[in-house]
């Protein structure tokens, strides 16, 4: 808990790596106050030492020093080598999320946070976690550029529009943590912020069960692909659509009409739905309408969401085909999405629904596994 009575020269350390990042930084502090010392010492003796004794005299020539010019050389080259390398370690530990990890979907908006729980929960302006879980947010913005910044948990990540960009923490102490945006983006970048609430598991699996607002991203997504978009009459979850079988296709290689391959990642899934004629898979024709302008962010990360949960498996894929029924969407594009989002804007403290525990140990649980969050338009 971050005491506010007095400013605190660092912010609190809540996060696994914290101690890495501030350990590379006092280092730096302690190479720069090292060399600050030897210089501004060396100014001040040399300054006594060779000052002028007599008007207008030469120096005595000096023809360089192999011994010296390679001590100034390699010991730089040392400290600079360390600076690196630490700064690599904490990076690559930072930028590569665990493949377990609990994921949590965030949308950007000006201005306020959106997240939204693999379990359904959404909130806005604030986050809820288990201490000692490994956490991943997959995150995008609706509109401009923002940034993830949770100082206590020294991790800071753009949000960027148009795609999904990735952070990861494990909290360490419970507690209640500043979150803001980083990044001006109008005006009211600075009040674009909020909590985040570290709370032991039995905490955090009581605010679950009690904040169910709806569906989970998975259902969310099979409502919109099955009846909302009306997808389902071309992808029927078989090799007869019109449009490709996307039972299993997420994090698979697909070969496309062009000759490439691509892996048919979050990124691919989401392009494939706003600009469907930008990669048209081997064997099928170019006519998907683009559901640009028609799909919120939130929407786009529940559909792939549930194109994830579709797995490789025909039985999975078979419930796309009950909803073949209403193909005229799919020629028009013109399917209005509005997800039952109308109530996203709440905070969700009020909603109680059903319970929904889903602690990521379901290992079919494929909401563990999706995008980034929204809660609405
Ligand atoms: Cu969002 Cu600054």
């Not at 280092?27 to 030492?49: D, E």
């Not at 996307?246 to 494939?272: F, I, M, P």
């Not at 209403?326 to 109308?342: D, E, F, K, L, R």
């Given at each position: 808990?971050?005491?506010?009575?007095?400013?605190?020269?660092?912010?609190?350390?809540?996060?696994?790596?914290?101690?890495?990042?501030?350990?590379?930084?006092?280092?730096?502090?302690?190479?720069?106050?090292?060399?600050?010392?030897?210089?501004?010492?060396?100014?001040?003796?040399?300054?006594?030492?060779?000052?002028?004794?007599?008007?207008?005299?030469?120096?005595?020539?000096?023809?360089?020093?192999?011994?010296?010019?390679?001590?100034?050389?390699?010991?730089?080259?040392?400290?600079?080598?360390?600076?690196?390398?630490?700064?690599?370690?904490?990076?690559y530990n930072q930028y590569r999320p665990p493949a377990d990890a609990m994921e949590i979907y965030v949308v950007g908006k000006q201005w306020m946070w959106k997240a939204q729980h693999g379990s359904g929960q959404r909130e806005i302006n604030e986050l809820h976690i288990p201490v000692g879980r490994q956490i991943k947010l997959t995150m995008t913005t609706e509109d401009v550029l923002h940034d993830f910044f949770i100082p206590a948990f020294r991790t800071k990540t753009d949000v960027v529009p148009g795609r999904y960009t990735t952070i990861w923490f494990e909290p360490t102490k419970p507690g209640k943590y500043r979150l803001y945006c980083a990044e001006y983006c109008g005006l009211n970048h600075s009040g674009m912020g909020g909590w985040v609430y570290v709370m032991e598991q039995r905490d955090f699996d009581n605010w679950l069960s009690g904040n169910v607002s709806g569906q989970t991203p998975v259902e969310a997504g099979r409502d919109l692909f099955e009846n909302k978009l009306g997808c389902a009459s071309c992808h029927q979850g078989n090799d007869q659509g019109r449009g490709p079988n996307l039972a299993g296709v997420a994090g698979k290689e697909v070969r496309l009409a062009s000759g490439q391959t691509v892996v048919a990642d979050d990124e691919y899934l989401r392009n494939s739905i706003l600009n469907p004629t930008g990669q048209i898979v081997e064997g099928y024709q170019p006519i998907m309408p683009t559901f640009k302008g028609q799909v919120t962010e939130e929407q786009l990360v529940q559909l792939i969401a549930y194109i994830k949960s579709l797995g490789g498996n025909t039985t999975t894929g078979a419930t796309t085909r009950t909803a073949a029924t209403n193909s005229s969407t799919m020629t028009t594009g013109s399917a209005p999405v509005n997800g039952g989002a109308a109530d996203s804007m709440t905070p969700p403290k009020a909603d109680r629904g059903s319970a929904v525990n889903n602690q990521g140990s379901n290992p079919n649980a494929p909401e563990t596994r999706s995008e980034p969050t929204n809660t609405n338009r």
């Amino acid at each position: 808990m971050q005491n506010t009575s007095w400013v605190p020269f660092f912010p609190e350390q809540a996060s696994s790596f914290a101690w890495q990042i501030d350990a590379l930084y006092f280092y730096l502090l302690a190479i720069s106050a090292f060399f600050i010392v030897v210089i501004v010492a060396a100014i001040f003796y040399f300054g006594v030492r060779y000052r002028e004794r007599e008007r207008y005299t030469n120096g005595a020539e000096i023809h360089g020093s192999i011994a010296l010019e390679t001590f100034w050389s390699i010991i730089p080259f040392i400290i600079s080598m360390t600076i690196f390398l630490g700064g690599a370690i904490v990076y690559y530990n930072q930028y590569r999320p665990p493949a377990d990890a609990m994921e949590i979907y965030v949308v950007g908006k000006q201005w306020m946070w959106k997240a939204q729980h693999g379990s359904g929960q959404r909130e806005i302006n604030e986050l809820h976690i288990p201490v000692g879980r490994q956490i991943k947010l997959t995150m995008t913005t609706e509109d401009v550029l923002h940034d993830f910044f949770i100082p206590a948990f020294r991790t800071k990540t753009d949000v960027v529009p148009g795609r999904y960009t990735t952070i990861w923490f494990e909290p360490t102490k419970p507690g209640k943590y500043r979150l803001y945006c980083a990044e001006y983006c109008g005006l009211n970048h600075s009040g674009m912020g909020g909590w985040v609430y570290v709370m032991e598991q039995r905490d955090f699996d009581n605010w679950l069960s009690g904040n169910v607002s709806g569906q989970t991203p998975v259902e969310a997504g099979r409502d919109l692909f099955e009846n909302k978009l009306g997808c389902a009459s071309c992808h029927q979850g078989n090799d007869q659509g019109r449009g490709p079988n996307l039972a299993g296709v997420a994090g698979k290689e697909v070969r496309l009409a062009s000759g490439q391959t691509v892996v048919a990642d979050d990124e691919y899934l989401r392009n494939s739905i706003l600009n469907p004629t930008g990669q048209i898979v081997e064997g099928y024709q170019p006519i998907m309408p683009t559901f640009k302008g028609q799909v919120t962010e939130e929407q786009l990360v529940q559909l792939i969401a549930y194109i994830k949960s579709l797995g490789g498996n025909t039985t999975t894929g078979a419930t796309t085909r009950t909803a073949a029924t209403n193909s005229s969407t799919m020629t028009t594009g013109s399917a209005p999405v509005n997800g039952g989002a109308a109530d996203s804007m709440t905070p969700p403290k009020a909603d109680r629904g059903s319970a929904v525990n889903n602690q990521g140990s379901n290992p079919n649980a494929p909401e563990t596994r999706s995008e980034p969050t929204n809660t609405n338009r």
